[in-house]
């Protein structure tokens, strides 16, 4: 018996809802079972209602908003849990087109990717602004060289991904879970794939992107802290290099003065000097203790891998036995 469960994470989409599930297979080649998910982020209007009068199968219920993030893994969590394969993941106001998901799964399923992440016709999408393409095209290649991936479309939250490869995810970013997983699949060689997908017509305005400042504001600190988290010895040594570099070309500057016998009015410099040099210095050598807990960080994913996998073993026996007991 092979299961797939599509997860939608909704956070007040009562609106949307009923249009996106009625577009939703219930069955897919490949699989024996498709189910329904929803991750009620702290919902205050009739959204779970909604859902399950449309036939959702399953809902996570947070008591309060939680954000996209949180909301991902949890709806993760609990498929795996209730025994998925595959995993698909989409959006409450029905922007992919659903008729794409077998063609999303269909690499995940012949063994060719662990993820794979629906690509957007962006340049053609009317109701996006011309700076939002550019900056979409800026923020997926910045993206691409971090992750060492071929992904197109790395905001895009239309993507199927395996049982093991949701085992190995974690999300600590609470902006959003796209940009992370994608750079996460990347440093733990997971196979990453894009296939094109179309898109329906805007049902709301994005929730993520509320002003272009805002928005670039984030992507830089998200963008910047992927690297502080999974680059952390090549960040620091870079940031130590330049500041130890410029202290000593300030040093130099004042010994050039000082050689010439000017140096009395340069005492500025060679504090600067100083200073630029111990905070360079001391900077790379953070650099080796953040890769030791880079190290450590691995270890314990390592550790949280191998207990998502006996946890799932048993929850699949467990199954199989209720099933026994039905039959």
């Known amino acids: 018996m092979s299961k797939l469960i599509i997860q939608i994470p909704c956070f007040n989409e009562e609106k949307t809802i009923a249009i996106t599930l009625a577009e939703l297979p219930r069955k897919v080649k ?14 205050t209007d009739d959204t779970v209602r909604v859902a399950r009068e449309n036939g959702v199968d399953h809902v996570v219920s947070f008591t309060k908003n939680h954000g996209l993030a949180k909301g991902f893994m949890a709806g993760l969590d609990a498929c795996l849990q209730l025994g998925a394969d595959v995993i698909v993941n989409t959006d409450a106001d029905n922007q992919y087109q659903a008729a794409d998901i077998p063609k999303l799964v269909d690499p995940v399923l012949s063994g060719r990717a662990d993820i794979v992440v629906g690509a957007r016709p962006i340049a053609d999408i009317e109701h996006f602004s011309m700076m939002k393409k550019v900056l979409q095209r800026i923020g997926s290649w910045v993206v691409r060289i971090a992750s060492k991936t071929g992904v197109e479309d790395v905001t895009s939250g239309f993507r199927a991904m395996s049982r093991d490869a949701a085992m190995r995810m974690n999300v600590f970013n609470e902006y959003t879970y796209t940009l992370e997983t994608i750079i996460q699949a990347g440093q733990k060689n997971m196979a990453i794939i894009s296939v094109p997908i179309g898109t329906n017509e805007d049902l709301r305005p994005s929730r993520l992107l509320k002003s272009i400042p805002s928005y670039i504001r984030k992507s830089i600190f998200t963008i910047g802290r992927f690297f502080v988290v999974y680059k952390p010895f090549r960040f620091f040594i870079f940031l130590g290099s330049i500041l130890f570099l410029c202290g000593f070309l300030i040093g130099a500057r004042f010994l050039l003065y000082y050689i010439s016998g000017s140096g009395a009015g340069h005492i500025q410099s060679l504090i600067l000097a100083s200073v630029l040099l111990g905070i360079g210095l001391q900077t790379m050598l953070v650099a080796f203790l953040a890769d030791l807990l880079s190290v450590n960080r691995r270890l314990l994913e390592d550790i949280q891998y191998r207990a998502k996998k006996l946890d799932y ?14 039959e």
């Open 30 to 43: 490949g699989f024996d079972e498709v189910e329904w998910l929803i991750i009620d982020d702290g919902c």
């Open 313 to 326: 073993a048993q929850g699949n026996a467990k199954r199989s036995d209720n099933q026994k007991s039905v």
